[in-house]
């Protein structure tokens, strides 16, 4: 329930309902169910375990009233940022652009987190919310029990918790699908398998782990434990990432086990969201061997089912320099299948990676086009193609400049794949 305290300098909303439905819009949009404390300098926001996830400076160094910052359950701070409207939209489907602290692919984006008020928030939100307990008298009960908690959740408690969740799936999810854009990359992540087929040599995420299978019993735990962690924010989430690298390797079998066990025990299709999202990723083999049934239970069992996979390129020099241990031949047959299954399930979209850079051979682009456009009589809404660029920490007008190239050539929709963890 709804429940509210006022002053000169502060206000404190508990449980106020966000919007229900993910949406992209060029103004910020809260999700599910959050508490709000305002105050002259600063607007906090925190989940339903009582832990920070929003803060939004309100001083004239602010970079921008529209802009925030979110903290991720992995215990990272994002910025995001409007880029001043101009192409964020086109070049990552979304208004805003997240910004990290750590090193990642993007070709733009600014440096927030070198600016004193972004700065300041991401060190002291907690000392100023332990001055803010400290400044408030006679509020209502359950406003003070509110704050009590709140203050006692340190960031070195959010820095456990956020251990806790890696260790629960056996480590941390260092890339999250381009697809986790459409829930604001709120997902839960269950790890039914570990490792790839094929550990590509340019590939910065793989891991030495061969590729293995969790057993059901390992697939359970994980899920109460994550039901535990997740505690009451719970509610705010609709959407399951399974884990790792090619989930869809484990098969139809697996997948569909985790699928329903995750649904019924974790309540996804009962969230303060409405819908329910799957999303996990795939490789070219994975996808060609998959059994076709498993295309109509995820069709019925989610309402969105989002499946990443790697091409990287359709021309074999490029591929073989990037040491992907695949044909061109492969590569095509794999896109015409996520032409077919997108086409024939109205709730799964197979979106696909093709690798960006300076250095790659002369027939990579031309290749690209051949079939990402001339395979299209129209430009078509649904199979989205990621350009992901090798390059990591480097921004690069040439890029963004060959990204809007093959974007406007590009009958899918194509945008950019920023790297981003969990
Ligand atoms: S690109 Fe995908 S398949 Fe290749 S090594 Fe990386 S995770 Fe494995």
Redesign the pocket.
């Known amino acids: 329930m709804t429940e509210s305290y006022g002053n000169k300098e502060t206000s404190i909303t508990l449980n106020k309902e966000g919007s229900d439905t993910y949406t992209k819009i060029s103004y910020p949009v809260r999700y599910g169910v959050y508490s709000e404390i305002k105050t002259r300098d600063a607007v906090l926001h925190f989940n339903l375990n009582h832990e920070i996830v929003r803060a939004v400076g309100r001083t004239r160094q602010w970079i921008h009233p529209n802009e925030w910052l979110k903290r991720t359950r992995g215990d990272d701070w994002v910025y995001y940022s409007n880029g001043g409207y101009t192409g964020v939209f086109e070049a990552t489907g979304e208004y805003y652009l997240p910004n990290l602290q750590y090193p990642t692919n993007a070709i733009i984006g600014g440096k927030p987190f070198k600016e004193p008020a972004v700065k300041d928030l991401t060190e002291a939100w907690h000392q100023r919310l332990i001055e803010i307990r400290e400044s408030v008298n006679g509020v209502p009960s359950q406003v003070g029990r509110f704050l009590d908690q709140a203050c006692a959740i340190t960031p070195e408690t959010l820095g456990q918790r956020a251990q806790q969740l890696f260790e629960i799936s056996g480590g941390r999810v260092t890339v999250m699908p381009p697809d986790a854009r459409h829930v604001d990359y709120d997902i839960i992540p269950l790890t039914i398998s570990q ?6 040599r ?2 910065r ?2 891991t030495d782990h061969p590729f293995a299978l969790k057993t059901r019993e390992e697939i359970t735990q994980q899920i109460l434990a994550l039901k535990k962690l997740y505690n009451k924010d719970r509610s705010n989430y609709n959407s399951l990432f399974l884990g790792e ?2 989930a869809l390797a484990a098969g139809r079998e697996l997948i569909v086990f985790a699928a329903e066990q995750s649904l019924a025990l974790l309540g996804l299709d009962r969230a303060n969201l409405g819908g329910s999202n799957l999303f996990l ?1 795939g ?1 070219v083999d994975s996808l060609l061997d998959t059994d076709p049934g498993l295309f109509d239970q995820l069709n019925r069992l989610f309402s969105n089912t989002y499946i990443n996979i ?1 091409l ?1 390129s359709a021309d074999q020099e490029t591929l073989d320099k990037l040491g ?1 241990p695949i044909t061109v031949a492969k590569v095509e047959e794999a896109f015409e299948t996520i032409q077919a299954i997108n086409h024939r399930y109205p709730n799964i979209e197979i979106t696909c990676n093709f690798i960006m850079d300076e250095s790659l051979p002369k027939g990579h682009y031309p290749s690209f086009l051949r079939l990402v456009r001339e395979n299209f009589p129209h430009a078509k809404s649904k199979g989205t193609v990621y350009l992901s660029p090798l390059t990591i920490n480097r921004p690069s007008r040439e890029m963004v400049f060959e990204f809007n190239r093959l974007k406007c050539l590009s009958r899918l929709p194509t945008f950019l794949y920023i790297i981003q963890r969990l």
């Open positions: 490792g790839c087929l094929y550990k590509c340019f590939c995420i793989k690298h090619d990723f490789s790697g990287e992907k």
